[in-house]
């Protein structure tokens, strides 16, 4: 089936580093998101991209849809203490209705 | 903001019990989705719903059923709980019925069979 490879597992990081964070895939994807989750909440969708190439801010995040669709990559500046949490990508093919996801970032901020 | 709602939000149950977790959503979106999250898998799918009485299998159902008798209430039943079903289940709908926007997550029901 289809699978989503995200990188790093989880990153360690001192406060106002940039972060940078990826998933790839084997199989074309026509929509990728992205997701932040803090502790005992559901995930919360941060940037959605729908288009090869589409590179896409939100604030302090910035991400871009892979130009082979089969990739996506987040970047977070200047962290800040409440960036803590997991990042999950995630995918689907259109008119698929179902979202494939990741396996998740956990980031850690040192103060 | 969609407005979607699980019960309970924690829950210990013993080994082969049935255990029914419920998912409410107040604003007539048609697709549904149970997840379930555990370390190192990130967000699995379980079962979904494209409409009343419509369900389908997601990547990992076994051991699971669904009932969608009503557009705002979605239903999963572990038929005889296992260990290996301790997790954190997650409810989601999706806000746009034509295009993904991107789903709309519950907070979680925090499920611990022993």
Redesign the interface.
């Known amino acids: 089936?289809q699978q989503?490879n995200?990188s790093p597992?989880s990153m360690f990081i001192q406060e106002g580093e940039d972060v940078s964070m990826n998933c790839t895939s084997s199989s074309i994807f026509n929509?990728w998101?992205w997701?932040k989750q803090d502790p005992?909440?559901?995930?919360?969708?941060l940037i959605?991209l729908?288009k090869a190439g589409e590179l896409t801010s939100n604030g302090r995040l910035t991400a871009q849809f892979g130009i082979t669709r089969k990739d996506s990559f987040l970047n977070i500046s200047a962290s800040i203490p409440s960036d803590v949490g997991i990042y999950?990508c995630?995918a689907?093919i259109?008119g698929a209705?179902?979202?494939?996801?990741?396996?998740?970032t956990r980031l850690t901020i040192n103060p | 903001d969609a407005g979607i709602t699980q019960s309970p939000r924690h829950k210990v149950t013993e080994t082969g019990t049935p255990v029914t977790l419920r998912c409410h959503q107040t604003e007539n979106h048609r697709?549904m989705?149970w997840?379930r999250q555990d370390p190192?898998?990130?967000?699995?799918?379980i079962h979904?719903s494209?409409g009343v009485k419509d369900t389908d299998k997601?990547?990992v159902s076994d051991g699971y059923s669904v009932s969608r008798s009503k557009t705002e209430d979605f239903l999963l039943t572990l038929e005889s709980a296992t260990s290996s079903q301790t997790s954190v289940y997650?409810c989601?709908i999706?806000v746009s019925d034509r295009?993904?926007?991107?789903?709309?997550?519950?907070?979680?029901t925090r499920l611990t069979v022993v």
């Open positions: 089936g989503l995200q597992q929509t998101l997701y005992g909440e559901g995930p919360v969708l959605a729908y999950f995630a689907t259109q209705q179902k979202l494939v996801f990741g396996q998740g | 697709y989705y997840y190192g898998h990130g967000l699995r799918l979904y494209y997601g990547e997650f989601a999706s295009r993904i926007y991107g789903y709309t997550f519950g907070s979680g």
